[in-house]
């Protein structure tokens, strides 16, 4: 699938993109570009993988123009540049359009100036049924994509999307974050340990991706079906692993912040289609429509009720403890 292809990955110094591009490269690619704007991640990025097939592109997903020379060439954009810290978006609404709206855009009119062969944004939970501005900012994101499968004319570009919450380790998300303050001896902060999140690892969140470049029509969002935990057992497992009997402190909600992640919600429900044993299939209404495009392996869902995290299996702590150890992140 990835043999003598090239690649490009905007966001690419990010976690998920720093663990993208490590399995690619296993995969015998011909090149990937890593386009971002930090200089000091690009270097650092360069110098852990020390690989001559990766290129490294400063740049901006605002500037359309860096973009299309960025994609000559290219094979398959992976789309994960974006803003994404929920506080800092409610504050500064109108940066995160630029980037996550007007950016997004940028990406599919260079891949379609360029014949780019399949384009792949990455999408999050916040984009399903949004009330904070990321949340709507990525829900544009998925639509500009999808949409992008009438507009594109002439050109062969396949648009798609996969969407899931946060990756487990990955940078701001509850896990370093927590373990950030045992470490600075600071009590930890919870909303509410009843809080409910998806669990999605690195390694799943990579198959998904890889699932949804091989399977996808055009026009589809790839959802994982995953387990959930709550951030009260995270928290206790954390403690547990670092032998730390920091104490929790319970905080406000904070501006946008969701009880429950959602992944689906009821009114997609009826375009939804799903395999067996790993993902969730959502496709625009008017591909819903044409049977011809739905892969034989998938049935229309067994969905009645929105898919989200307070409604499918909760991991024990036990089960949480073996998943943190295996993910070898380092909680010492």
């Known amino acids: 699938m990835f043999e003598n292809k090239k690649i490009l990955i905007t966001?690419?110094?990010?976690?998920?993109?720093?663990?993208?591009?490590?399995?690619?490269?296993?995969?015998?690619?011909?090149?990937?570009?890593?386009?971002?704007?930090?200089?000091?991640?690009?270097?650092?990025?360069?110098?852990?993988?020390?690989?001559?097939?990766?290129?490294?592109?400063?740049?901006?997903?605002?500037?359309?123009?860096?973009?299309?020379?960025?994609?000559?060439?290219?094979?398959?954009?992976?789309?994960?540049?974006?803003?994404?810290?929920?506080?800092?978006?409610?504050?500064?609404?109108?940066?995160?359009?630029?980037?996550?709206?007007?950016?997004?855009?940028?990406?599919?009119?260079?891949?379609?100036?360029?014949?780019?062969?399949?384009?792949?944004?990455?999408?999050?939970?916040?984009?399903?049924?949004?009330?904070?501005?990321?949340?709507?900012?990525?829900?544009?994101?998925?639509?500009?994509?999808?949409?992008?499968?009438?507009?594109?004319?002439?050109?062969?570009?396949?648009?798609?999307c996969v969407r899931y919450g946060n990756v487990l380790g990955s940078r701001g998300s509850i896990v370093p974050k927590f373990v950030e303050q045992i470490r600075l001896g600071k009590k930890i902060t919870i909303t509410d340990p009843n809080m409910t999140r998806f669990n999605i690892t690195m390694n799943q969140a990579l198959e998904l991706i890889f699932r949804a470049i091989k399977n996808s029509q055009g026009g589809d969002v790839h959802v994982p079906k995953l387990e959930a935990y709550t951030v009260g057992d995270m928290k206790d497992v954390i403690l547990e692993l670092m032998e730390s009997n920091t104490e929790a402190e319970k905080i406000p909600v904070r501006p946008g912040e969701k009880y429950d992640e959602i992944l689906i919600n009821e009114h997609e429900i009826r375009d939804t289609y799903e395999n067996q044993d790993d993902d969730y299939v959502i496709y625009e209404n008017q591909l819903a429509k044409d049977k011809k495009i739905i892969p034989k392996n998938l049935e229309k869902t067994s969905l009645t009720d929105q898919y989200s995290s307070d409604k499918v299996k909760t991991v024990s702590k036990e089960e949480l403890k073996q998943i943190l150890i295996e993910q070898k992140l380092d909680l010492k």
Not at 12 to 41: H, P, Q, Y
Not at 54 to 74: Q, S, V
Not at 93 to 103: C, D, L, R, S, W
């Open 11 to 160: 966001g690419g110094t990010g976690s998920l993109g720093s663990a993208l591009t490590k399995r690619l490269l296993d995969n015998n690619v011909d090149t990937i570009r890593i386009f971002s704007r930090d200089e000091l991640k690009q270097s650092q990025m360069d110098e852990s993988f020390d690989d001559s097939r990766l290129r490294f592109l400063i740049g901006d997903i605002r500037d359309k123009d860096r973009l299309e020379k960025a994609t000559e060439g290219i094979d398959i954009v992976i789309h994960a540049a974006a803003l994404k810290h929920v506080p800092v978006i409610e504050y500064n609404p109108f940066e995160a359009i630029k980037t996550n709206v007007q950016g997004a855009q940028n990406v599919v009119d260079a891949c379609l100036k360029n014949d780019v062969k399949f384009a792949l944004a990455i999408g999050t939970d916040k984009a399903v049924s949004p009330f904070n501005t990321y949340g709507a900012t990525k829900l544009l994101m998925e639509r500009l994509f999808v949409s992008a499968n009438y507009h594109k004319g002439h050109h062969e570009t396949k648009f798609s």
